[in-house]
């Protein structure tokens, strides 16, 4: 029986990994050299998000965008990153220490499913596979 349950959760990984989006995937595979510090925003949703590194805003990512690595300056670390909704609401938040290894393998993420669409923060490493997301657009994202 214990077989058996590892097999249905291969098969439900690889469904749910060949299930596509249209919504923006981190895609970075970079390590973060010493000094260059930066992360990324996937902006899956119809409205612009606001980024706010340790409560100052850097940039606004506008809605479908994706900027890996973000384009905005950023301090050096830590960081408290949040993406902040049009009216100031925080949809999703990150924090990065200063002690965190960012690599090709390894990092730091927030994310946040909403009825407008996914929204993901990371550093180092991309969030990969998960459950395909479905937004509902018939709801405000705001």
Sequence with gaps: MRGLGWVAAVVVAVVVSACSSALPTP?????L????????????????????????????????????????????????????????????TMT???????????GKVGSADLACGRLVLWAGAPLTGGPTFIPDPSKPCD
């Design 96 to 106: 990065v220490a200063a002690s965190d290894y960012l690599s090709s393998t390894s």
């Design 33 to 92: 050299a010493p000094g260059r510090d930066s992360f990324s925003v996937a902006n899956g949703t119809t409205v612009p998000v606001a980024i706010a590194v340790n409560g100052t805003v850097v940039e606004t990512v506008p809605a479908g965008a994706t900027e890996d690595p973000i384009k905005g300056s950023v301090p050096p670390r830590p960081w408290t990153v949040e993406a902040r909704s049009p009216s100031g609401r925080v949809l999703a």
């Design 27 to 31: 895609t970075s595979n970079v390590a």
